[in-house]
């Protein structure tokens, strides 16, 4: 299968290629080493079960600086591809995505950022600062009941099937304007069918000025 291409192979000694393997952190540096291309050292690869060891171990020598400047950058990978002898970033990003062993320190750097963060939001709530201990309510004091709650201004005193399509406008117009993120959650749960019925209220409305807040699928008043 590979006769004609090892016809070609220049016969460098086992031992100059192992050696340049040992000293170098490519195949291509070990390659220029020892004077030929990356391609005959990868074919002695082949057929020598020496040299195929030693790219093996070039190969781990390199996982682990990768792993130690991962850790070390707490995964920032654009430090990790700056450092000396270390491939470029596309290079780290797909040795990460190809190797569990290095997958796996990359989310415990990142992890440790996330404890690191911890810690100091922690140390202000002891410290009795006032809005680190309103976050944490916030966030992890939900199953206590620490939830924000927005109430709408607009009262309906009256039943709203019984409204007018000037005045539901007018309404969802004004809600808004004062609470235009509870108004585009409330359309995003809208059914097909509630929004085709929706849609023709507001079309026998009387036109008035297009309501912001509420992207583009979702018009409150009509053209």
Do not use: W
């Not at 069918?193 to 699928?217: F, I, R, V, Y």
């Amino acid at each position: 299968m590979y006769g004609s291409l090892r016809s070609r192979i220049p016969r460098f000694s086992t031992e100059a290629i192992v050696a340049a393997l040992g000293a170098t952190g490519t195949v291509a540096e070990a390659a220029a080493l020892v004077g030929c291309g990356s391609s005959v050292l990868h074919e002695r690869a082949k057929l020598d079960i020496a040299i195929r060891q030693a790219v093996r171990g070039q190969q781990e020598r390199l996982d682990n600086s990768i792993a130690e400047a991962v850790l070390r950058h707490r995964g920032v990978l654009s430090r990790v591809a700056a450092e000396p002898g270390l491939p470029g970033l596309c290079a780290i990003r797909g040795r990460i995505s190809q190797n569990p062993l290095l997958a796996q320190v990359y989310e415990e750097a990142r992890y440790r950022v996330v404890d690191t963060a911890e810690g100091n939001v922690f140390n202000q709530v002891e410290a009795g600062d006032y809005g680190a201990s309103v976050f944490v309510l916030r966030t992890l004091g939900k199953d206590r009941g620490y939830t924000e709650r927005r109430e709408v201004e607009a009262q309906v005193t009256h039943s709203l099937d019984a409204a007018t399509s000037e005045h539901l406008v007018g309404l969802l117009n004004h809600l808004a304007q004062t609470q235009p993120d509870l108004v585009e959650a409330e359309f995003a749960v809208l059914d097909e069918e509630e929004k085709e019925l929706l849609g023709q209220a507001l079309e026998a409305a009387p036109a008035e000025q297009p309501t912001a807040g509420l992207g583009g699928n979702y018009p409150v008043s009509a053209p």
